[in-house]
């Protein structure tokens, strides 16, 4: 069965530095998703990516963060200087449609820990 | 503004009887989608059921059921036959067309804990 995959599941880092956040989507997937989830929290969208473009953003994705399908496979989140308050699970997430019907499917998660 | 509320923090059930976990959400959409994700200790987001704003039926998936009341705004997830593996998070979430890069927002999510 098709997933998306993450990679690192964990990462721990200094404040201040740079974190790259990677994921498979589903093949034939077309939008691209990033999600985080402070501990005990609930999940809050950052950013979807369509056509090798931000479609939309939160205000929580301010210019800290970028996202990038450097090739036909992967999709990544940067954070460029890490903060104490990005100490989060990141979820990467896909979804084959072009409408509001289709689910999203996520990855397991990276958790980052900025110390 | 919250656009998906879940009032219940933390519910608790007994293995076997079913549970309803409350879900309301507000939009001026006519066409919209609506989800329900579990959030087992492990962390990953399992799909759990889909309803769409013009569904005349309720949505159902195995002991998963989706009590849908679109005048009052809710779509209330119903398990039915707990069983213990069903202890989890449990996050309702929307989608508007009006979303260019169609998101989902999610609610705060139900801690369920089913008992022997």
């Known amino acids: ?115 | 503004a919250q656009k998906i509320t879940q009032t219940q923090p933390g519910m608790f059930v007994q293995e076997k009887e079913a549970v309803t976990l409350d879900c309301t959400y507000d939009t001026s959409d006519q066409s919209y989608g609506l989800f329900w994700y579990k959030q087992p200790s492990s962390g990953e987001m399992i799909f759990l059921i889909y309803q769409g704003s013009y569904d005349e039926q309720n949505a159902t998936e195995g002991r998963y059921s989706l009590n849908f009341q679109k005048a009052r705004k809710s779509a209330n997830l119903v398990i039915s036959a707990s069983q213990l593996g069903d202890s989890a998070m449990y996050f309702c979430a929307m989608r508007e067309p009006r979303s260019a890069g169609y998101a989902l927002n999610f609610g705060k999510g139900t801690s369920l804990l089913v008992t022997p």
Request: charged share 20%; with cysteine; proline share 3%.
């Open chain 1, 1 to 115: 069965e098709p997933e998306v995959t993450q990679t690192p599941s964990h990462q721990v880092t200094q404040m201040g530095q740079e974190v790259i956040l990677r994921c498979v989507p589903i093949s034939n997937h077309l939008y691209f998703y990033w999600y985080r989830q402070i501990l005990g929290q609930k999940v809050e969208f950052l950013v979807s990516f369509y056509n090798n473009e931000i479609s939309e953003k939160s205000e929580i994705f301010d210019d800290q963060f970028s996202v990038e399908r450097p090739d036909g496979s992967n999709f990544t989140l940067k954070i460029r200087s890490t903060k104490l308050e990005d100490s989060a699970m990141y979820f990467c997430a896909s979804s084959g449609g072009t409408s509001y019907t289709g689910e999203l499917f996520f990855g397991e998660g990276s958790r980052l820990t900025v110390l």
